[in-house]
């Protein structure tokens, strides 16, 4: 009795290791984040899902929020999320205008030598619709929240867009769906700058104000100097005016003595 006890504890061990390590060799114990700033467009249970279907995680699983965050051209939005179940990798954050068709493509993933999801490469500058890449590159796990501040670009303006922050995986097995990438988004509505009343325009076609007075008179006009230099003092005659005058009077006072 006490020999079949011991044979059964033994065999359930050795299927309990076996099913961990088909668990990981499937890639099943996957990296999963959670989007906490700006608000997501769709819920988020306590691992981060509905997060593997492109382009924004709209697998079932999740409700829209029907939340939309109100940020100003050229101003600094705040990218905060949690990583709750750890693997390497890197985040990806993009901007579509009009669609979510227009996010880009997910990046081409070079396998690796024994994982499907090698190496994707890195946007370094990131081009638009690309904000940021190469985000919260990690190989151990991350500690706590990461954050980012990224500038939103300072010529778009739209009513509806999406932020997508895109997760890549390395060392990992396919994601069925997503492949080697998990998926998140923020509705956004960005406005344009708005100038207030007093605040001077800075259009390429403005007019400085030079500052003259209304009852100032005329301004002076500028004569040119023999060493090339133009300039007048605001109130003064030119300096030639002064020496004209004095010619003037020399005349007037010589033909007095000859008569």
């Known amino acids: 009795m006490t020999r079949s006890r011991s ?18 060799s499937s890639g099943s114990a996957d990296a ?21 279907l492109g382009p924004c995680g709209s697998e079932p699983g999740g409700t829209p929020t029907g939340t939309i965050t109100a940020v100003q051209a050229g101003s600094t939005l705040t990218v905060t999320i949690t990583e709750t179940l750890f693997h390497p990798g890197h985040y990806r954050i993009a901007l579509a205008t009009n669609d979510r068709s227009d996010l880009p493509a997910e990046p081409v993933v070079t396998p690796g030598a024994a994982t499907p999801c090698g190496s994707v490469v890195i946007q370094d500058p990131p081009v638009f619709p690309v904000l940021a890449d190469g985000v919260f590159l990690h190989t151990r796990p991350l500690s706590g929240p990461q954050t980012l501040e990224i500038t939103l670009p300072p010529n778009v303006t739209c009513t509806h867009c999406t932020l997508q922050i895109l997760e890549f995986m390395s060392n990992h097995g396919l994601n069925n769906p997503g492949g080697c990438f998990y998926h998140h988004c923020s509705d956004l509505s960005i406005s344009s700058v708005t100038v ?40 003064r005659a030119p300096s030639g005016a002064s020496g004209l005058g004095g010619l003037v009077a020399l005349a007037a006072f010589l033909r007095r003595r000859r008569r």
């Open 7 to 24: 044979t059964g504890q033994r065999t359930f061990r050795i299927a309990l290791a076996l099913g961990a390590l088909s668990l990981l």
């Open 32 to 52: 999963h984040f959670i989007l906490r700033e700006p608000a997501s467009w769709m819920s988020q249970d306590v691992l981060g899902s509905p997060q593997k």
């Open 196 to 235: 207030d009343a007093g605040t001077p325009s800075t259009d390429a076609g403005a007019s400085l104000d030079v500052g003259v007075a209304a009852d100032a008179g005329p301004l002076p006009r500028a004569v040119s100097s023999s060493n090339g230099c133009g300039c007048v003092v605001a109130g």
